[in-house]
């Protein structure tokens, strides 16, 4: 019985032909989405932009009914909650977000706040009130500071992985690519309008290590190829190494491709916003290890010759004595 290949063993796909294009529409994709970061903005979730905070426990429960009052909540119109265990698995806390002007004004906070309470007791009489605060937009403004720093130290860390383990040009073209991915997915949701969450942010961290992943196996065998093919032109020998990974490359993002959708579909409103960032990342990621990573590593001067140790004088003595010079 013969398997199934997705990508046929003698496949030889121009990619590196439409390259210039290509850069050209990515650079077209970064700048317009960050400015639409600019002029639109990001709609921020409770966890970035503040918001009104009850804990909660379920005293006759062992475990608290998160969906159930991730569904409840959102009905009430402040907009899709924030709903999470908070200690023992019968404590939540939920986090609504606050009409404007709602933070300076503490009886409209609390308000909302006792209408959240009022909403849950409805459905269980044993949810007890643990408390009912108002969390403050600076905090949560540090919390997002905090987030975005840590986005760009991954992938900073990871550039400087790439530069220790290939060469330095290997290091600015996986950043490259790296700042690509991110910018795209962040452009959706400033373009969308859709909220910009905690888990948007675990989603961004996903789509790093995949893109980050599908590019060093890219690199890893041009660097096996810049050592076989001395004479090969560049263009070629990227191209024959994108080839040789394309069938891991498809096989990994259909299987992938193939858990999301799903997800999309019939997932849980909750979830819909990382699910799509994650899809978006999956092809952007895809495509940015093809036509960013590859050439760039061609427009930074690098060639077949350019990793190989250059001759001492010590070598050419040992060439003569041998007959070989």
Do not use: C
Request: charged letters at 20%; glycine letters at 8%; hydrophobic letters at 50%.
């Amino acid at each position: 019985m013969k398997l199934l290949k997705l990508v046929p063993d003698n496949t030889n796909i121009k990619f590196l032909k439409l390259r210039v294009p290509f850069f050209v529409l990515s650079i077209v994709l970064i700048v317009g989405s960050w400015v639409a970061v600019a002029v639109n903005g990001l709609a921020f979730g409770v966890d970035f932009a503040g918001g009104q905070e009850v804990r909660m426990t379920f005293t006759q429960s062992k475990a608290a009914p998160v969906p159930s009052l991730r569904e409840k909540i959102a009905g009430l119109g402040y907009g899709e909650p924030v709903v999470q265990e908070f200690g023992a698995p019968n404590q939540v806390s939920i986090r609504v977000k606050l009409p404007d002007g709602a933070e300076e004004a503490p009886e409209t906070a609390k308000a909302i706040g006792e209408k959240v309470i009022a909403a849950v007791k409805a459905d269980y009489a044993d949810a007890r009130v643990d408390g009912n605060d108002t969390v403050s937009g600076k905090v949560a403004s540090e919390f997002r500071d905090q987030a975005i720093l840590a986005l760009a130290l991954a992938m900073a860390a990871v550039s400087v992985y790439i530069w220790v383990r290939f060469e330095w040009q290997f290091g600015v073209g996986a950043m490259f690519a790296l700042v690509h991915d991110v910018s795209i997915t962040v452009g959706l949701f400033a373009l969308t309008q859709m909220e910009f969450s905690l888990q948007i942010v675990a989603a961004i961290l996903a789509i790093i290590g995949y893109s980050l992943n599908d590019t060093i196996v890219v690199y890893d065998r041009i660097r096996e190829n810049l050592k076989k093919y001395r004479k090969m032109p560049m263009g070629e020998l990227l191209d024959l190494s994108v080839n040789e990974t394309l069938a891991r490359t498809v096989m990994t993002s259909l299987t992938l491709f193939i858990a999301l959708i799903p997800l999309l579909i019939f997932g849980p409103p909750s979830l819909f916003g990382m699910v799509a960032a994650i899809t978006v990342g999956l092809f952007v990621g895809t495509y940015s290890s093809i036509y960013m990573a590859g050439p760039l590593l061609i427009w930074m001067g690098v060639t077949t010759n350019s990793f190989v140790p250059a001759e001492t004088a010590l070598d050419k003595q040992e060439k003569l004595a041998k007959g070989q010079g």
